[in-house]
T-cell receptor, first 114, second 116 residues
């Protein structure tokens, strides 16, 4: 049973560019959350998707957008990248009924903006 | 707004000894979950232990146990018989159950070093 997978592992982009990160949830999971973890910090909630809709959003600008597909996989898009977007981006999946107490994290995508 | 505070940026423990990591949180809600996650150098966050706020009994998972003090809003993690594989970043997290939010709120983490 594969856990949460994310791609790519590492990514280097230039300021102003756009990036797409991908996440496949754990088998049986229908909810995907995205977090940004800056160096030396804890993860910060970006948004959560369920039934292909954004269910809740954290304090992030509209440059951050997402999508969930019918197979529950998800993408995180960031436009107009700036240096401050450099971070580890974590995807977490859960079952709707178990989300309050159980979510599984992927290994993350390390994004570096130069 | 809810907050989670971890005041120990780094802790060290001798192998086979016991160490306690501290966490305090602030909330006006009465029903919530608290978690400790481990993040090794591989970066993948792993759930160590969780505690439901309405349960008075402290959670335990093998060598890991918590001291949950609801009135004091304190949630510390005790690691007994520390092993080299316990070395990692440890994050305390909070998940509200009553305000209609779905996000987990994390502290800034404590780096645990295990000395051989």
């Amino acid at each position: 049973d594969a856990g949460v997978t994310q791609s790519p592992t590492h990514l280097i982009k230039t300021r102003g560019q756009q990036v797409t990160l991908r996440c496949s949830p754990k088998s049986g999971h229908d909810t995907v959350s995205w977090y940004q973890q800056a160096l030396g910090q804890g993860p910060q909630f970006i948004f959560q998707y369920y039934e292909e809709e954004e269910r809740q959003r954290g304090n992030f600008p509209d440059r951050f957008s997402g999508h969930q597909f019918p197979n529950y996989s998800s993408e995180l898009n960031v436009n107009a990248l700036w240096l401050g977007d450099s971070a580890l981006y974590l995807c977490a999946s859960s079952r709707l009924d178990r989300g309050p107490y159980e979510q599984y994290f992927g290994p993350g995508t390390r994004l570096t903006v130069t | 707004a809810q907050t989670v505070t971890q005041s120990q940026p780094e802790m060290s423990v001798q192998e086979a000894e016991t160490v306690t990591l501290s966490c305090t949180y602030d909330t006006s809600e009465s029903d919530y979950y608290l978690f400790w996650y481990k993040q090794p150098p591989s970066r993948q966050m792993i759930l160590v232990i969780r505690q439901e706020a309405y349960k008075q009994q402290n959670a335990t998972e093998n060598r890991f146990s918590v001291n949950f003090q609801k009135a004091a809003k304190s949630f510390s993690l005790k690691i007994s018989d520390s092993q080299l594989g316990d070395a990692a970043m440890y994050f305390c997290a909070y998940r509200d159950l009553t305000s209609g939010t779905y996000k987990y709120i994390f502290g800034t983490g404590t780096r645990l070093k295990v000395l051989a």
